[in-house]
């Protein structure tokens, strides 16, 4: 197999790399053994007392209690847990839009692979376990978590080899992926959720019924809000065979108005859910759109 970072620039992997050092001084202490399990284990926090009964730990028992009250008392400890979390990503013909126009802005695919690269790296450097899941109206390639730091290959060579292409069916993705994640896990989702009649929010709703803590990244190209285009044009669909002429400047409006509504109600939906929207427009830089996952990432420890 061909070594994957040959396929991401230099520039990219210093990106990943500073993004590395913006983390820690944004959330050093914050994220790193503070994923709490419920369940009580060894471990060298104190969580609270119970009543000493025969089979406990003689060595947990607490013998100053004992002395001024003359009653047996047992430590309980709360064990640190490492978070797993798989990343979703939209691998379908819409996510590879690429603009036409001389403004130099990313290809929607190339940096939504970017954001989840670092993301990834984030994940690993702080020993927590984090899978990848690429998709179109099916899983296309499923990578397992884990939390060894070697794992990083494995998730760049997934993301290196990525062809959108094909229709997007994020529902039936999820219906499928809701039954193999764990119990209070994450799942962050990439995707520009160009989707029709697909009821996302009951998708959304099942995975948190099972405690799975959600995000969504909505990755949308500049072009793709505003339809900044002159003249009679033919659009052709990057998932389907279809095409349309018309000139852009007779719908610019109403468009741009379906597909702010469109941004608001899942928006909206999520929030109702408790699910964390972050919109990324493409020509926003990658170290931004990471600094405000983590600001959102540091209100939802919970410590």
């Known amino acids: 197999m061909e070594n994957s970072e040959q396929k991401f620039d230099t520039e990219v992997l210093s990106r990943i790399s500073n993004l590395k050092m913006t983390a820690m001084n944004l959330v050093e202490g914050l994220l790193t053994g503070q994923h709490r399990s ?46 797993k979390c798989t990343i979703l990503l939209d691998a379908s013909g819409s996510m ?88 209070r896990s994450m799942l962050i989702l990439v995707s520009d959720f160009f989707i029709q009649n697909q009821d996302l929010q009951k998708s959304l709703k099942l995975l948190c019924s099972r405690g799975i803590e959600v995000v969504l990244f909505h990755v949308l190209h500049p072009d793709e809000m505003h339809l900044p285009f002159e003249g009679d044009i033919v659009f052709e669909s990057l998932e389907a065979d279809l095409s349309i002429g018309l000139d852009p400047h007779d719908i610019q409006e109403e468009y741009q108005s379906m597909i702010q509504t469109h941004i608001n109600l899942l928006k909206e939906n999520c929030n109702g859910l408790g699910v964390d929207y972050v919109f990324l427009d493409t020509s926003e830089s990658l170290d931004q759109a990471l600094s405000y996952y983590l600001l959102k990432r540091k209100s939802l420890i919970k410590l």
Do not use: C
Not at 55 to 79: C, L, N, P, S
Not at 118 to 141: H, M, P
């Open 96 to 183: 590879d839009y690429d603009s036409p126009l001389k403004e130099h802005t990313p290809k929607k695919m190339e940096y939504a692979r970017n954001l989840v690269s670092a993301l990834s790296y984030l994940l690993l450097k702080q020993f927590d376990a984090v899978g990848l899941t690429l998709f179109n109206d099916q899983v296309i390639e499923h990578i397992p978590p884990r939390s060894k730091a070697s794992h990083f290959k494995n998730i760049l060579y997934g993301l290196a080899n990525i062809t959108p292409q094909g229709s997007t069916d994020i529902v039936e993705v999820l219906v499928g992926l809701s039954e193999r994640l764990p119990k």
């Open 38 to 83: 419920l369940h009580k284990g060894s471990s060298v926090e104190f969580a609270e007392y119970k009543d000493y009964s025969p089979g406990d730990e003689i060595r947990h028992i607490d013998w100053k209690v004992a002395g001024k009250t003359d009653k047996y008392h047992v430590k309980q400890f709360q064990q640190s847990t490492n978070l």
